[in-house]
């Protein structure tokens, strides 16, 4: 009797277990479940509606029940960074991404020349499929006894665009508020780098901040929300991985062989041989009349994504050149306000510009385009820039950077 009342006690106990066990089973089955459906759901949220969202409160959709989401936007180098935060019950799940619009839609421009003489076009140079000019228009011009092939000028459309109280630059929507968010970088507290260490900062925390006090190499590592910065000038070098960080001094230099997807932010820019800024890379550079040459690119390169460059005076010297190298691939957009841009290689995207200038070994020209190509049908179909006023186009995700559970 004994031994069977001891039979049934472990009976009891173990029907017990197996009961509280499969209760907490179910429970981290349902939790599973309501995990994967918030995850899912938020990164729908972030895609929905083209992304057209409201930013800055809280949301609900009836598609979602029971669900709520943050979602908030700023600007990580010259993109968009959109964050949605999805909650459920007490589980959260984040998806941080960069946004852009296409760039080879409809009439979006392979040139937009905003200056009230004419454009000059020889040698090899050709723009397609379109180029919005003022109504100086566009000539031939003769350089080393050469001018451009053919009887078109510009492979496809030429629109007119009305050069006297243009507001094409300043209805950047990147550019709003883009000396507030520099001076933020520039003075929020930060620690010292380490210069042979490796960071990693997701994007549901607060930038990190490295400080360099010193002219100086980066031999580290750096990747995701972080700023790397110097009142004095950053080199970084082959041996770098970064990705996705910010460097900000008042000049970089790029040795030969440095391939990463990095935001520059400086008042000078050097790029030397085989430097390859990949998608979604992006250059801002604020320069004076001071500084001689603001960007240049040494060599034979390639960069995608976008270059914002501007004269901090609103007045350039011929002597101010952004110079691109006749061996330089570049996809993506490229917007020069007051700057002399001498554009030379090639750009599968678009250019926006009211200054652009040709320099050989005996002259100067104004206003000239030599041996450039300039096609906006070739960019790679993956890759998006920044929206441009009064023209439409989609909005994409550029790249998803950040996702976290908690």
Aim: no cysteine.
């Amino acid at each position: 009797m004994i031994y069977a009342l001891y039979i049934l006690a472990i009976l009891s106990i173990l029907g017990m277990l197996f009961i509280w066990m499969d209760y907490h089973y179910q429970i981290r089955t349902s939790r599973l479940v309501l995990r994967q459906s918030l995850r899912e759901a938020t990164k729908s949220v972030l895609l929905k509606q083209n992304l057209d969202l409201q930013t800055g409160e809280s949301v609900s959709f009836k598609e979602f029940p029971n669900m709520k989401f943050d979602i908030s936007s700023d600007y990580w180098g010259l993109y968009e960074k959109l964050t949605v935060i999805g909650y459920s019950a007490d589980l959260k799940e984040q998806y941080t991404a960069l946004v852009g619009y296409e760039i080879n839609q409809g009439r979006m421009p392979a040139l937009y020349f905003l200056n009230g003489e004419p454009l000059k076009v020889s040698g090899k140079t050709s723009i397609a499929p379109n180029a919005y000019l003022t109504k100086a228009g566009v000539q031939k011009a003769y350089i080393n006894s050469n001018n451009i092939g053919g009887s078109d000028l510009v492979d496809g459309h030429v629109f007119d665009i009305p050069f006297r109280k243009n507001t094409f630059f300043q209805n950047l929507a990147f550019k709003k508020k883009l000396r507030q968010r520099v001076q933020k970088l520039s003075t929020t507290s930060s620690e010292r780098v380490h210069l042979d260490s490796n960071y990693y900062q997701s994007f549901d925390q607060s930038a990190l901040i490295l400080e360099m006090y010193e002219d100086s190499i980066f031999r580290g590592g750096l990747q995701g929300n972080i700023v790397l910065r110097s009142k004095q000038t950053i080199v970084l070098q082959e041996s770098n991985k970064i990705h996705q960080a910010i460097i900000q001094a008042p000049k970089i230099v790029i040795r030969s062989g440095f391939q990463g997807d990095i935001h520059l932010i400086a008042e000078q820019i050097v790029l030397q041989q085989e430097v390859q800024l990949t998608y979604p890379s992006s250059i801002y550079v604020n320069s004076s009349n001071q500084v001689l040459v603001p960007f240049s690119s040494l060599g034979q390169g390639t960069m995608e994504g976008i270059a914002y460059f501007k004269n901090s005076n609103n007045t350039s010297k011929l002597e101010n050149e952004v110079m691109f190298h006749e061996n330089f691939l570049y996809q993506g957009q490229i917007f020069n306000e007051n700057l002399q841009m001498n554009l030379s290689g090639t750009v599968w995207g678009s250019v926006m510009t009211n200054k652009l200038f040709y320099k050989n070994a005996t002259s100067i020209h104004s206003n000239l385009l030599y041996n450039v190509e300039i096609n906006r049908l070739k960019i790679r179909k993956e890759i998006f820039g920044a929206s441009l006023p009064n023209f439409k186009s989609t909005k994409k995700i550029v790249k998803w950077i950040d996702h976290q559970s908690f």
